[in-house]
């Protein structure tokens, strides 16, 4: 059997937001075309504050042949099969075991002041020699904690102690809104960026019961956010080596021609440069034809101009050797560009000679 599972659509105002429910009735007819008739939501289908769920309703009624499995999230604690009506979902409020296809899952939605594997206790003896799926709502202390406007502070966590006592076979959680995995524990991600900061095409996750794997799948968004940061090392060559970070951005994203129109961009310069003004220039020419978000130009405020020639040269010698360096850049370590904007600040301050 396989299923399909999201989180964090936050559905709101369909006026307000209807790419949001674009990318949620765009995994709907995906599941109606291959025939998988079971969806899982880990939470925040909805937004904080919003109660209007007639727009859901309809929705879930055009794919009426499709279960809906919901666990409340942090922003829709109240929603409960009492306040939303199709005959085709369900809503745990409370932790819960369903079997699909021979294999357990339990369902554990959010609540407030606790973790997650306390709310598991009762179930530890139950588990512990079967082959079980928790769908869970929160924090992952192992690695994955994933900074976000959206999700200030902790939410109902769940530590890498707790996989090993109760030992799952798979985790799906909802609350971190950009996709990861850890082992066997996944977070689907939000089916469409929320904003600027959620970058990159998204997806929802296809399980096989029989064989364990979860498989990604493309959602066919309307809008997919892009941010881009360079890092300017004054030189001669520092405008050709622009181009080639821009061109390199560019083909990460592996966008296809057809949704270049979707792309909302966010540029931005920082480090030190011989002529902002090429700069600038440079990012407007490399970027045409895409839609800067909220008509932003490329932004180079914390660009600063490098006049002296003597730190220069001393600045790319130093970029040179940081490049060079056998280090885990990324993950728990800091990123190669911010080792280098904190490299630039020391040879450019005041106190430097």
Known sequence: ??????????????????????????????????????????????????????????????????????????????ISSKVIVADNINIYTSVAAVEFDGVHFIFVPYMEKTGMGENLAGFESSISRIRWVLIGHGDFFGGLKEHNSYEAGTYMPLYRKDLDRLNPWKVF????????????????????????????????????????IVTPRSVNT???????????????????????????SIKSWNLAKKDKGKARIRISAAGYSSDRDAVLNTLREAFTGYTFFKDEEPDISTLSYAGDRRRSAIAEKTTRMIEELEWNFGGDEPELDRVIEAALSVIYSDGAS
């Open 1 to 78: 059997m396989k299923l399909a599972i999201t989180a964090d659509v936050h559905l709101s105002k369909k006026g307000k937001h209807p790419e949001r429910y674009s990318a949620l009735t765009d995994i709907l007819a995906q599941l109606k075309k291959d025939k998988i008739n079971t969806l899982i939501i880990a939470g925040d289908l909805f937004d904080s504050g919003y109660q209007d769920y007639s727009n859901f309703e309809e929705l879930c009624k055009a794919y009426k042949k499709i279960k809906i499995h919901i666990i409340p999230g942090n922003h829709d604690p109240s």
């Open 173 to 212: 959680l909802g609350h971190i809104h950009k996709p990861s995995n850890y082992k066997n524990l996944y977070y689907p991600g939000s089916p469409c960026g929320l904003d600027i900061n959620e970058t990159g095409a998204r997806q929802y996750l296809i399980f096989e019961t029989s064989s364990g």
């Open 222 to 248: 309307e809008v997919i956010y892009f941010q881009e940061k360079f890092v300017i090392i004054p030189g001669t060559d520092e405008i050709s080596t622009l181009r080639a970070k821009v061109e390199s």
